[in-house]
């Protein structure tokens, strides 16, 4: 909080501010930045090409992200002990952080030792996203969170928490459940329902290229040409 108020100030003084995302734009207009001095431009990435999904001996949910208090994976691992009731899936957890000890010991209270694996830090992600059933973010707040887009691209099903960025990204729902942060319940119930579901990975993967880089610097690139600024934070 007092990081945005910071940014607040100094948004005042700049003569153009950036969010990655309208969820980020309200929070800093709310702590003071003139929304005449502000723009919002979506973190892009590069669509891979040729991916072999990642071979497991089981069907797998992943997540990934560094292991923090706020990425909210403690509450994936309470869901996923709920979900194998119902399904002889794992779940790999990608990312390293100061809250992996306490998440091993979680998983060992649960009896999960044999189910749920911690990759570490991994350079390419995508063939475990392509391999994976479904890609669950935990998060309590994300102003963007890439990993979704990611795992679109590789046409894979997403269950997100409703903390910002992702309510963007999945277009409230259409592309993807959104559930309450901190909710296993929830969490673990909307897992089910994607495991007995068909989807439709083409859809995902078109939503996915909506966010690649050549599509975003040509959307910034028309924005610029019309003098286009954030006029709505919807």
Same mark, same amino acid.
């Given at each position: 909080?007092?990081?945005?108020?910071?940014?607040?100030?100094?948004?005042?003084?700049?003569?153009?501010?950036?969010?990655?995302?309208?969820?980020?734009?309200?929070?800093?207009?709310?702590?003071?930045?003139?929304?005449?001095?502000?723009?919002?431009? #979506?973190?892009?990435?590069?669509?891979?090409?040729?991916?072999?999904?990642?071979? #497991?001996?089981?069907?797998?949910?992943?997540?990934?992200?560094?292991?923090?208090?706020?990425k @909210?994976?403690?509450?994936?691992?309470?869901? $996923?002990?709920?979900?194998?009731?119902?399904?002889?899936?794992?779940?790999?957890?990608? @990312?390293?952080?100061?809250?992996?000890?306490?998440?091993?010991?979680?998983?060992?209270?649960?009896?999960?030792?044999?189910?749920?694996?911690?990759l570490g830090?991994?350079?390419?992600?995508?063939?475990? $996203?392509?391999?994976?059933?479904?890609?669950?973010?935990?998060?309590?707040?994300?102003?963007f969170?890439?990993?979704?887009?990611?795992?679109?691209?590789?046409?894979?099903?997403?269950?997100?928490?409703?903390?910002? @960025?992702?309510?963007?990204?999945?277009?409230?729902?259409?592309?993807?459940?959104?559930?309450?942060?901190g909710?296993?319940?929830?969490?673990?119930?909307?897992?089910?329902?994607?495991?007995?579901?068909? #989807?439709?990975?083409?859809?995902?993967?078109?939503?996915?290229?909506?966010?690649?880089?050549?599509?975003?610097?040509?959307?910034?690139?028309?924005? @610029?040409?019309?003098?286009?600024?954030?006029?709505?934070?919807?």
């Amino acid at each position: 909080k007092a990081a945005y108020l910071g940014l607040g100030l100094l948004s005042r003084i700049a003569s153009m501010n950036v969010a990655v995302s309208h969820s980020l734009a309200r929070q800093l207009v709310e702590f003071g930045c003139p929304i005449r001095k502000l723009t919002v431009i #979506h973190n892009g990435i590069v669509l891979p090409t040729g991916v072999h999904g990642h071979t #497991h001996e089981r069907p797998y949910v992943l997540t990934a992200g560094s292991l923090r208090k706020h990425k @909210g994976q403690e509450t994936l691992i309470r869901a $996923f002990a709920q979900f194998r009731a119902a399904f002889d899936w794992d779940l790999l957890i990608a @990312g390293k952080g100061p809250m992996e000890p306490a998440l091993v010991q979680l998983v060992a209270e649960l009896g999960l030792q044999s189910r749920v694996k911690f990759l570490g830090f991994q350079h390419d992600l995508f063939p475990y $996203f392509a391999g994976a059933r479904m890609f669950v973010l935990p998060s309590t707040v994300e102003t963007f969170a890439l990993v979704i887009v990611e795992a679109m691209a590789c046409g894979t099903p997403v269950i997100a928490t409703d903390c910002g @960025g992702p309510r963007e990204l999945l277009d409230n729902g259409a592309y993807g459940r959104l559930v309450p942060p901190g909710d296993m319940n929830a969490m673990a119930g909307a897992m089910v329902d994607f495991a007995r579901q068909r #989807h439709y990975p083409e859809q995902l993967i078109n939503r996915a290229r909506e966010f690649s880089i050549i599509q975003v610097v040509h959307k910034e690139s028309e924005r @610029g040409e019309k003098g286009a600024r954030v006029s709505s934070l919807g």
